[in-house]
């Protein structure tokens, strides 16, 4: 310290005793306060000479006539920088300011006359060090230079050397006085600091490095290169040096650049390679393979980070041990501050061995907390991937038993309950271990006394037993309700457009609330439950400080200050561990329960490795070989689903598979996929396979990655594929054409497109062999008569084709035909000679026959007949029709040519307004939470009026414990010989008195937190839930379920501006960080439940490891911004904690220096009590604050939900129809003008037209002409921007939703039924009676399949996946016609049966609607061919509407092409 003998005489920090030679001599007292005055003008005056002189010579200077412009880099290299060697400078400069005002406080508390000389000293110093502190900085930032300054660094050199001469004339003064000063701390505390300037002066480098850029290089070029160089790939905390990780420093880029701007996910570097989801999973794995698969999940987990489970164990170690040196030695300062004068030189070496003990503490709990959440995030990671895996691989039995929403619960729920278990797993031994330490303190504190606290604190921990039981319990009941609610939930927002036709949404709302109040229920008792353990943990420090010190009045122990104190700050440390306690329990309790659902989840049976034998290509000729097949989807079932299968298909054929509605067709493809279980035989599989399903599985992305599938991108073979499919033109019609994101579960794609996207995908793939589930079904006449000839024919002529149809049109082309019946194969061979057997197959072909004749009896005879070659890849899969004229066929050949003309002129659409994608990045807010977010939450539960009196429980509370703890400390004396102000009786019976309204505060404060927190939520879903179900059909097509499926008083204000600029500086970047993380939990369940739902898919085109590689990169892209989250988070309680810690040295040394009659000693102790435990309570406060904002995330999230746009009312009370509203059907459009968007293209351009009541209308027309439209503008799904629908003179928009939708029926095209029983299926609302259902059932074909599958209480699987895609149209056939509406819609409603259940069925809807209006969009021209009107749209308008008969007199026109066409393709089958 620069202070001199004769300025420390003036400040009386000396005592007036004889001083040596040197002290007494004149020479050198002003010697040494020259010493400590003049270097410092020296030194500004060097700085600033040379720093205007260079300014000058800048000025004169003439302007270069080029300009080199220069730009740098930073990137962090060493701890050692020039950020630490600035805040060296500023801590000096703080330092002196601190002592500038200390001085004149300390001559008004000795009441001694002031002395400026002294004070100017340390104006000096403290401007000395503001000027060094400013040219450091400058020296970097503003002349960027890579060293310091040759000036700087020697005067730092010679500080040091001052500073030692100094402190070591101060420590030979102490020897003579025997007596410490204040000055001496503040020299050693200054010597400390310089000694690290004198580190960085001999180094020499700042710690940063620069790359340079002259603008006279390739600018654009180089400097994207180099900012491409320089952006972070992985975190660097990867290559941070020793000190960095220790200081968490590696984290200061990113909150720079969080400081800047909100941070994006790409700012975020990836974490660390032993923290990604792939290495983690591995070694789950390898872990799994070794240990078996009936072994204990919580032992692999345990085994995968076994080393930082280890790290973190000495950590907890180290803290515990440093916890307890306060309480042990706090006794021995109290009598230090009783005794200054004799004990003041240990009362300093306490204060640095308090210091040294928190800056271990704190850097362990720092690292502790950091490698905890690194478990964390591998568990997680691990666990994730793993369910991940096994979802892929489920057999299809097992598949039933687990829904995709418990599998995704699994993901969501239970996998962050078991990582959670990661900041517990110490606790076993830990635990015990502080409970030891505290004992002993105790016990040598309070002697025999401190048995009875141990015998408290037992008596405590063992109340422990039946909370662990009724709080397992009652999280298995949660997790049970949870589940159902999740599944239910799932299922409702997959299905809601059709919950929305049929005006079902408010009883299905119904049913996801009253699941959730039956698991609110449990809920509730749980968190009364947790109120109740919590407050017995809260209390129990005190309880435990009640008897113990009840017990020292009993037994005789003396009470002391420094005896009391020990006891209280143990206790308060003991707080924690006892208070985790109820955590711990909880933690254990919802853990159990995960592991066993995940480990049930995990063993569960998969697909049969063996069920497919692959065989080399080159050791057979044939591409598939079953041989005495027995197999079925329940091996439990007595009768199995295919039987007796003997099939043997040659490389290259061409097999056409048929049958009536579940006869096993599809289950016959997947016996070659291996999908379902062999009970007996082989499959032999030669070659690669592709799959294309019957219900089309579109995963959401772009259509390009769609029809890639995880191939390279050939531009010839894309191209050709998407012209054989006729997809080019589709996608002229798109906004961003094959870069267009498609929707989840391809939202905004047609059935048709969705299909032939599947079908581009399997072509592009160039497999060996291909399987097709009935594909053309959903495509028009044309488009399925291109992609036979183009595709089937054409690209994969020379391919093995295995083909499921019903299109009996398609069979003639096959070089092998399978007639299926009862999962059976009843015939084989090639059309020929099937047909001449007269038996099933003659059913089906008649079937379409008859179908055919109605087209001629319409037309008078005017049969439209041709020859169509289906060419193949060779000469010998070539046929004709015989007997056919040339004139013709000519005529056909024109009106082919007609139509594709047509098609073209179609298909030019206006391109120039084109729209964002449909599906965008989740909305995230940017900045500050706003304050509506936080009143949002607290009024969601009793409108607030809680709050204050949780606020007031708890102050009261911390009052009431300050208050007792005070009264303590002030009514014991500080020596045993003194006398104590009052009795022991009253002194105990005060603070019990106290410690029970503690008590008492705390428990109400619990309930009522409990309380406010459960209402709050209960609320929020419930308001959330209203408001989705409310959205219109347009959030759901755009916003993936994932989404919608998871913040000394000098002294003190400095410190706490300090820590309100850290709170500041971390905050914006934390913020972003958690708003991320929620954001990127998203991607990860959709991705989960696309697979899971297209895991047939995946697994025939064997892409089981890209998706499985997906997954991994979407978990690692959400550990990444939690990984810095959590480390930005120890970097603000790191710095937070060593100012507390300066805080509590700064004030031990002061009261060690202050005069005796300034503060009590006893309170002083108590101060300094508090003062242990300051750093955790000011780290706590900010990271409260912070994790307040950052919590509230999550109800900002909800809050965006609360704000979507509402669909028009349900009901309008003062429009409502009357009951029997529609009566007659009769549906009026006038100029009806429909947008998807305010800045799209209309779709519907003013079209008007009637469909009389009680008629059957038609609605034809090529793909994207506007017939769904049409239909969802009719039931409102999207409303007209113009023009009006009138049903029996009632304008639609004028009538509530509900009272719109509940009056029509639809039976849409993809085919819908929920988790349930028949029953359910058929009447989800409860109106009809078994024997109405029954008589439904027998109506659609369905009777006798419902009466094999246990009657009307059979069990429906998820989506139901038991039943067949045939059986699933009819089921939605049952329910209208349960309904009876007068206005039915037929919307593609008999793609997915045959010809002969379709004439079944099209005859009982024209018996059973007779009076109703009927409007059929069908691509089986003789559906529509039946109505009495036709409809025919074009490009959004009408073109053609007539009845069939007289449009078919037109030659020319659209509707007779679209007949022509059909006639054109079936006529292969009527000519034979």
Same mark, same amino acid.
């Given at each position: 310290?620069?202070?001199?003998?004769?300025?420390?005489?003036?400040?009386?920090?000396?005592?007036?005793?004889?001083?040596?030679?040197?002290?007494?001599?004149?020479?050198?007292?002003?010697?040494?306060?020259?010493?400590?005055?003049?270097?410092?003008?020296?030194?500004?005056?060097?700085?600033?000479?040379?720093?205007?002189?260079?300014?000058?010579?800048?000025?004169?200077?003439?302007?270069?006539?080029?300009?080199?412009?220069?730009?740098?880099?930073?990137?962090?290299?060493?701890?050692?920088?020039?950020?630490?060697?600035?805040?060296?400078?500023?801590?000096?400069?703080?330092?002196?300011?601190?002592?500038?005002?200390? $001085?004149?406080?300390?001559?008004?508390?000795?009441?001694?006359?002031?002395?400026?000389?002294?004070?100017?000293?340390?104006?000096?110093?403290?401007?000395?060090?503001?000027?060094?502190?400013?040219?450091?900085?400058?020296?970097?930032?503003?002349?960027?230079?890579?060293?310091?300054?040759?000036?700087?660094?020697?005067?730092?050199?010679?500080?040091?050397?001052?500073?030692? +001469?100094?402190?070591?004339?101060?420590?030979?003064?102490?020897?003579?006085?025997?007596?410490?000063?204040?000055?001496?701390?503040?020299?050693?505390?200054? *010597?400390?600091?310089?000694?690290?300037?004198?580190?960085?002066?001999?180094?020499?480098?700042?710690?940063?490095?620069?790359?340079?850029?002259?603008?006279?290089?390739?600018?654009?070029? /180089?400097?994207?290169?180099?900012?491409?160089?320089?952006?972070?790939?992985?975190?660097?905390?990867?290559?941070?040096?020793?000190?960095?990780?220790? =200081?968490?420093?590696?984290?200061?880029?990113?909150?720079?650049?969080?400081?800047?701007?909100?941070?994006?996910? /790409?700012?975020?570097?990836?974490?660390?390679?032993?923290?990604?989801?792939?290495?983690?999973?591995?070694?789950? %794995?390898?872990?799994?393979?070794?240990?078996?698969?009936?072994?204990?999940?919580?032992?692999?987990?345990?085994?995968?980070?076994?080393?930082?489970?280890?790290?973190?164990?000495?950590?907890?170690?180290?803290?515990?041990?440093?916890?307890?040196?306060?309480?042990?030695?706090?006794?021995?300062?109290?009598?230090?501050?009783?005794?200054?004068?004799?004990?003041?030189?240990?009362?300093?070496?306490?204060?640095?061995?308090?210091?040294?003990?928190?800056?271990?503490?704190?850097? =362990?709990?720092?690292?502790?907390?950091?490698?905890?959440?690194?478990?964390?995030?591998?568990?997680?990671?691990?666990?994730?991937?793993?369910?991940?895996?096994?979802?892929?691989?489920?057999?299809?039995?097992?598949?039933?038993?687990?829904?995709?929403?418990?599998?995704?619960?699994?993901? =969501?729920?239970?996998?962050?309950?078991?990582?959670?278990?990661?900041?517990?797993?110490?606790?076993?031994?830990?635990?015990?271990?502080?409970?030891?330490?505290?004992?002993?303190?105790?016990?040598?504190?309070?002697?025999?006394?401190?048995?009875?606290?141990?015998?408290?604190?037992?008596?405590?921990?063992?109340?422990?037993?039946?909370?662990?039981?009724?709080?397992?319990?009652?999280?298995?009941?949660?997790?049970?309700?949870?589940?159902?609610?999740?599944?239910?939930?799932?299922?409702?927002?997959?299905?809601?457009?059709?919950?929305?036709?049929?005006?079902?949404?408010?009883?299905?709302?119904?049913?996801?609330?009253?699941?959730?109040?039956?698991?609110?229920?449990?809920?509730?008792?749980?968190?009364?439950?947790?109120?109740?353990?919590?407050?017995?943990?809260?209390?129990?420090?005190?309880?435990?400080?009640?008897?113990?010190?009840?017990?020292?009045?009993?037994?005789?122990?003396?009470?002391?200050?420094?005896?009391?104190?020990?006891?209280?700050?143990?206790?308060?440390?003991?707080?924690?561990?006892?208070?985790?306690?109820?955590?711990?329990?909880?933690?254990?309790?919802?853990?159990?329960?995960?592991?066993?659902?995940?480990?049930?989840?995990?063993?569960?049976?998969?697909?049969?490795?063996?069920?497919?034998?692959?065989?080399?290509?080159?050791?057979?000729?044939?591409?598939?070989?079953?041989?005495?097949?027995?197999?079925?989807?329940?091996?439990?079932?007595?009768?199995?689903?295919? %039987?007796?299968?003997?099939?043997?298909?040659?490389?290259?054929?061409?097999?056409?598979?048929?049958?009536?509605?579940?006869?096993?067709?599809?289950?016959?493809?997947?016996?070659?996929?291996?999908?379902?279980?062999?009970?007996?035989?082989?499959?032999?599989?030669?070659?690669?396979?592709?799959?294309?399903?019957?219900?089309?599985?579109?995963?959401?992305?772009?259509?390009?990655?769609?029809?890639?599938?995880?191939?390279?991108?050939?531009?010839?073979?894309?191209?050709?594929?998407?012209?054989?499919?006729?997809?080019?033109?589709?996608?002229?019609?798109?906004?961003?054409?094959?870069?267009?994101?498609?929707?989840?579960?391809?939202?905004?794609?047609?059935?048709?497109?969705?299909?032939?996207?599947?079908?581009?995908?399997?072509?592009?793939?160039?497999?060996?062999?291909?399987?097709?589930?009935?594909?053309?079904?959903?495509? /028009?006449?044309?488009?399925?008569?291109?992609?036979?000839?183009?595709? *089937?024919?054409?690209?994969?002529?020379?391919?093995?084709?295995?083909?499921?149809?019903?299109?009996?049109? +398609?069979?003639?082309?096959? /070089?092998?035909?399978?007639?299926?019946?009862?999962?059976?194969?009843?015939?084989?061979?090639?059309?020929?000679?099937?047909?001449?057997?007269?038996?099933?197959?003659?059913?089906?072909?008649?079937?379409?026959?008859?179908?055919?004749?109605?087209?001629?009896?319409?037309?008078?005879?005017?049969?439209?007949?041709?020859?169509?070659?289906?060419?193949?890849?060779?000469?010998?899969?070539?046929?004709?029709?015989?007997?056919?004229?040339?004139?013709?066929?000519?005529?056909?050949?024109?009106?082919?040519?007609?139509?594709?003309?047509?098609?073209?002129?179609?298909?030019?659409?206006?391109?120039?307004?084109?729209?964002?994608?449909?599906?965008?990045?989740?909305?995230?807010?940017?900045?500050?939470?706003?304050?509506?977010?936080?009143?949002?939450?607290?009024?969601?539960?009793?409108?607030?009026?809680?709050?204050?009196?949780?606020?007031?429980?708890?102050?009261?509370?911390?009052?009431?414990?300050?208050?007792?703890?005070?009264?303590?400390?002030?009514?014991?004396?500080?020596?045993?010989?003194?006398?104590?102000?009052?009795?022991?009786?009253?002194?105990?019976?005060?603070?019990?008195?106290?410690?029970?309204?503690?008590?008492?505060?705390?428990?109400?404060?619990?309930?009522?937190?409990?309380?406010?927190? +459960?209402?709050?939520?209960?609320?929020?879903?419930?308001?959330?839930?209203?408001?989705?179900?409310?959205?219109?059909?347009?959030?759901?097509?755009?916003?993936?379920?994932?989404?919608?499926?998871?913040?000394?008083?000098?002294?003190?204000?400095?410190?706490?501006?300090?820590?309100?600029?850290?709170?500041?500086?971390?905050?914006?970047?934390?913020?972003?960080?958690?708003?991320?993380?929620?954001?990127?939990?998203?991607?990860?369940?959709?991705?989960?439940?696309?697979?899971?739902?297209?895991?047939?898919?995946?697994?025939?085109?064997?892409?089981?490891?890209?998706?499985?590689?997906?997954?991994?990169?979407?978990?690692?892209? $959400?550990?990444?911004?939690?990984?810095?989250?959590?480390?930005?988070?120890?970097?603000?309680?790191?710095?937070?904690?060593?100012?507390?810690?300066?805080?509590?040295?700064?004030?031990?040394?002061?009261?060690?220096?202050?005069?005796?009659?300034?503060?009590?000693?006893?309170?002083?102790?108590?101060?300094?009590?508090?003062?242990?435990?300051?750093?955790?309570?000011?780290?706590?406060?900010?990271?409260?604050?912070?994790?307040?904002?950052?919590?509230?995330?999550?109800?900002?999230?909800?809050?965006?939900?609360?704000?979507?746009?509402?669909?028009?009312?349900?009901?309008?009370?003062?429009?409502?129809?009357?009951?029997?509203?529609?009566?007659?059907?009769?549906?009026?459009?006038?100029?009806?003008?429909?947008?998807?968007?305010?800045?799209?293209?209309?779709?519907?351009?003013?079209?008007?037209?009637?469909?009389?009541?009680?008629?059957?209308?038609?609605?034809?027309?090529?793909?994207?002409?506007?017939?769904?439209? *049409?239909?969802?503008?009719? +039931?409102?799904?999207?409303?007209?921007?113009?023009? %009006?629908?009138?049903?029996?003179?009632?304008?639609?928009?004028?009538?509530?939703?509900?009272?719109?939708?509940?009056?029509?029926?639809?039976?849409?095209?993809?085919?819908?039924?929920?988790?349930?029983?028949?029953?359910?299926?058929?009447?989800? *609302?409860?109106?009809?009676?078994?024997?109405?259902?029954?008589?439904?059932?027998?109506?659609?074909?369905?009777?006798?399949?419902?009466?094999?599958?246990?009657?009307?209480?059979?069990?429906?699987?998820?989506?139901?996946?038991?039943?067949?895609?045939?059986?699933?149209?009819?089921?939605?056939?049952?329910?209208?016609?349960?309904?009876?509406? %007068?206005?039915?819609?037929?919307?593609?409603?008999?793609?997915?049966?045959?010809?002969?259940?379709?004439?079944?069925?099209?005859?009982?809807?024209?018996?059973?609607?007779?009076?109703?209006?009927?409007?059929?969009?069908?691509?089986?021209?003789?559906?529509?061919?039946?109505?009495?009107?036709?409809?025919?749209?074009?490009?959004?308008?009408?073109?053609?509407?007539?009845?069939?008969?007289?449009?078919?007199?037109?030659?020319?026109?659209?509707?007779?092409?679209?007949?022509?066409?059909?006639?054109?393709? $079936?006529?292969?089958?009527?000519?034979?």
């Amino acid at each position: 310290m620069m202070e001199s003998i004769w300025a420390k005489q003036l400040l009386g920090l000396g005592e007036d005793k004889q001083r040596g030679e040197l002290g007494d001599s004149i020479f050198g007292v002003y010697m040494r306060f020259a010493l400590a005055i003049v270097p410092h003008p020296v030194f500004v005056v060097s700085l600033i000479l040379p720093f205007f002189w260079k300014r000058c010579r800048v000025c004169t200077q003439e302007p270069k006539s080029s300009v080199l412009i220069t730009t740098y880099s930073k990137k962090l290299q060493y701890v050692i920088t020039y950020k630490m060697a600035l805040l060296t400078c500023v801590s000096l400069l703080v330092l002196y300011c601190i002592l500038g005002i200390w $001085s004149p406080l300390y001559w008004w508390l000795r009441a001694r006359p002031k002395d400026f000389g002294a004070e100017g000293e340390y104006v000096f110093q403290a401007m000395a060090w503001a000027i060094i502190s400013a040219y450091a900085y400058y020296s970097l930032l503003k002349e960027s230079k890579e060293k310091f300054p040759l000036l700087l660094r020697m005067w730092w050199i010679l500080l040091l050397i001052l500073y030692a +001469f100094f402190l070591f004339l101060n420590i030979h003064e102490m020897k003579e006085q025997n007596h410490i000063t204040l000055s001496i701390v503040v020299e050693i505390l200054a *010597l400390f600091l310089s000694a690290f300037l004198g580190y960085a002066s001999f180094c020499g480098r700042t710690g940063e490095s620069f790359l340079t850029q002259s603008i006279e290089e390739p600018l654009l070029n /180089d400097v994207s290169e180099i900012s491409e160089n320089l952006k972070p790939k992985v975190t660097p905390y990867a290559t941070a040096s020793f000190l960095s990780r220790m =200081s968490f420093s590696w984290m200061k880029p990113l909150l720079d650049v969080g400081h800047k701007k909100p941070l994006d996910i /790409d700012d975020v570097p990836q974490v660390v390679d032993v923290h990604k989801a792939d290495h983690v999973y591995r070694k789950f %794995r390898n872990q799994l393979d070794a240990k078996g698969s009936g072994s204990s999940i919580a032992k692999i987990l345990f085994l995968i980070v076994l080393k930082d489970v280890l790290f973190t164990g000495l950590l907890i170690l180290i803290r515990s041990c440093s916890s307890y040196i306060g309480p042990y030695f706090i006794d021995n300062f109290v009598q230090c501050l009783a005794k200054k004068e004799q004990f003041a030189s240990e009362g300093i070496i306490l204060a640095f061995v308090f210091l040294l003990a928190k800056l271990v503490g704190s850097l =362990s709990e720092r690292h502790l907390t950091f490698t905890t959440v690194h478990i964390c995030i591998c568990v997680k990671a691990a666990l994730t991937a793993a369910l991940y895996k096994k979802g892929l691989m489920l057999s299809n039995q097992a598949r039933q038993k687990h829904t995709s929403g418990e599998i995704i619960n699994y993901m =969501s729920v239970d996998a962050q309950r078991i990582e959670e278990l990661s900041w517990y797993v110490h606790d076993i031994w830990a635990v015990p271990l502080q409970i030891l330490l505290a004992m002993v303190i105790l016990y040598q504190t309070l002697g025999l006394a401190s048995l009875a606290g141990v015998a408290a604190t037992v008596l405590v921990m063992m109340a422990n037993s039946p909370l662990v039981k009724m709080q397992e319990k009652y999280n298995e009941k949660i997790m049970e309700e949870k589940d159902k609610r999740m599944k239910a939930t799932s299922e409702t927002l997959r299905n809601m457009r059709i919950l929305k036709l049929q005006a079902w949404e408010s009883r299905f709302l119904l049913k996801l609330e009253t699941l959730r109040r039956e698991e609110c229920g449990w809920l509730k008792k749980y968190f009364y439950a947790l109120s109740v353990t919590t407050f017995i943990f809260w209390g129990a420090p005190t309880f435990v400080s009640v008897v113990s010190f009840g017990s020292c009045i009993i037994l005789g122990v003396p009470l002391t200050t420094g005896r009391i104190l020990s006891a209280l700050a143990t206790f308060k440390i003991l707080q924690e561990p006892i208070n985790s306690l109820p955590d711990f329990i909880s933690v254990i309790a919802q853990s159990k329960v995960s592991l066993d659902r995940i480990a049930d989840f995990l063993n569960q049976e998969e697909l049969q490795q063996d069920a497919v034998e692959k065989v080399s290509k080159d050791s057979t000729d044939y591409a598939i070989e079953i041989q005495e097949g027995v197999f079925s989807w329940d091996p439990a079932a007595p009768t199995p689903t295919i %039987r007796g299968l003997d099939v043997h298909i040659r490389k290259g054929i061409r097999v056409a598979v048929c049958g009536t509605v579940g006869s096993g067709k599809s289950s016959f493809l997947s016996c070659m996929l291996g999908e379902i279980s062999k009970m007996s035989g082989v499959v032999k599989i030669s070659g690669t396979k592709a799959y294309v399903s019957q219900s089309p599985w579109i995963p959401s992305g772009k259509i390009r990655d769609n029809v890639l599938f995880g191939k390279e991108w050939d531009k010839t073979r894309y191209e050709s594929v998407l012209q054989a499919c006729a997809f080019k033109k589709d996608l002229e019609l798109f906004p961003y054409g094959d870069q267009t994101e498609i929707g989840e579960r391809g939202i905004n794609l047609s059935g048709g497109q969705k299909q032939r996207i599947q079908i581009a995908r399997a072509l592009y793939q160039d497999a060996d062999i291909y399987l097709f589930d009935d594909s053309f079904s959903a495509v /028009d006449a044309h488009t399925g008569t291109h992609i036979f000839q183009e595709c *089937l024919l054409g690209i994969l002529g020379s391919k093995t084709v295995v083909y499921v149809t019903h299109q009996v049109e +398609f069979l003639f082309a096959a /070089d092998l035909i399978l007639v299926m019946r009862d999962g059976e194969i009843t015939q084989t061979g090639k059309y020929e000679d099937i047909l001449q057997s007269n038996t099933h197959f003659e059913e089906l072909v008649g079937a379409h026959k008859k179908a055919l004749k109605s087209i001629d009896d319409m037309e008078n005879s005017e049969i439209l007949s041709s020859q169509v070659l289906f060419e193949g890849s060779s000469t010998d899969k070539k046929t004709s029709v015989k007997d056919v004229n040339h004139e013709k066929l000519q005529k056909a050949q024109k009106v082919h040519e007609e139509i594709e003309s047509q098609n073209q002129r179609e298909n030019e659409k206006d391109k120039e307004d084109r729209s964002s994608q449909l599906v965008q990045e989740e909305e995230r807010e940017k900045g500050r939470v706003s304050m509506w977010v936080y009143w949002s939450y607290i009024s969601a539960a009793y409108k607030g009026a809680l709050i204050p009196i949780i606020l007031l429980a708890h102050t009261v509370f911390e009052l009431l414990q300050i208050g007792s703890n005070y009264w303590i400390a002030w009514a014991t004396p500080l020596t045993e010989d003194q006398r104590p102000p009052v009795t022991k009786s009253f002194l105990i019976l005060v603070y019990i008195t106290l410690a029970l309204c503690s008590s008492l505060c705390i428990l109400a404060r619990t309930i009522l937190l409990c309380l406010t927190g +459960f209402e709050s939520a209960k609320q929020l879903f419930s308001k959330m839930h209203s408001c989705i179900f409310r959205a219109p059909t347009s959030f759901f097509d755009a916003t993936p379920t994932g989404r919608i499926l998871n913040r000394v008083f000098i002294m003190f204000i400095p410190v706490l501006a300090i820590c309100i600029w850290y709170q500041q500086y971390y905050i914006v970047t934390s913020r972003e960080l958690s708003r991320l993380i929620g954001v990127c939990k998203a991607p990860i369940i959709q991705h989960f439940a696309e697979s899971i739902s297209g895991a047939a898919t995946i697994r025939s085109f064997d892409q089981e490891t890209p998706f499985m590689n997906r997954n991994l990169h979407l978990i690692d892209g $959400s550990s990444k911004p939690r990984f810095h989250k959590n480390g930005a988070l120890q970097w603000l309680c790191f710095r937070l904690d060593l100012l507390s810690n300066l805080i509590v040295v700064f004030t031990m040394v002061l009261l060690l220096c202050l005069p005796e009659s300034v503060i009590n000693p006893s309170i002083a102790g108590l101060a300094i009590t508090y003062g242990l435990t300051l750093n955790l309570a000011q780290a706590l406060l900010i990271r409260y604050l912070c994790n307040l904002e950052n919590n509230m995330i999550s109800v900002e999230r909800i809050v965006q939900y609360l704000r979507i746009p509402s669909e028009p009312p349900l009901i309008i009370d003062n429009c409502r129809p009357n009951s029997c509203w529609p009566s007659r059907g009769t549906i009026d459009i006038t100029n009806l003008q429909v947008r998807y968007g305010p800045h799209l293209p209309l779709v519907l351009k003013g079209i008007s037209c009637t469909f009389p009541g009680g008629k059957n209308v038609g609605i034809v027309g090529r793909t994207g002409c506007g017939k769904s439209t *049409l239909i969802k503008s009719l +039931f409102r799904i999207v409303d007209p921007v113009g023009g %009006r629908i009138v049903i029996d003179g009632i304008d639609i928009l004028t009538i509530g939703l509900h009272d719109l939708r509940s009056t029509l029926s639809i039976i849409p095209q993809d085919p819908t039924m929920f988790d349930g029983t028949t029953r359910n299926n058929l009447d989800p *609302l409860g109106d009809y009676s078994d024997d109405q259902i029954q008589k439904a059932l027998e109506k659609c074909q369905l009777g006798e399949i419902v009466r094999s599958k246990e009657k009307l209480d059979s069990l429906v699987t998820e989506n139901g996946e038991n039943w067949s895609m045939g059986q699933r149209q009819l089921v939605c056939l049952g329910r209208v016609l349960l309904k009876q509406s %007068r206005v039915l819609v037929l919307d593609e409603a008999t793609a997915s049966v045959d010809t002969a259940t379709d004439g079944l069925i099209q005859q009982t809807i024209r018996n059973q609607f007779t009076d109703c209006t009927v409007i059929t969009i069908a691509h089986r021209i003789p559906s529509v061919c039946n109505s009495d009107l036709v409809l025919v749209l074009s490009d959004g308008n009408i073109i053609e509407y007539d009845s069939p008969t007289k449009l078919l007199e037109n030659k020319s026109s659209s509707f007779a092409k679209l007949v022509s066409e059909y006639t054109v393709r $079936s006529i292969n089958v009527d000519g034979k």
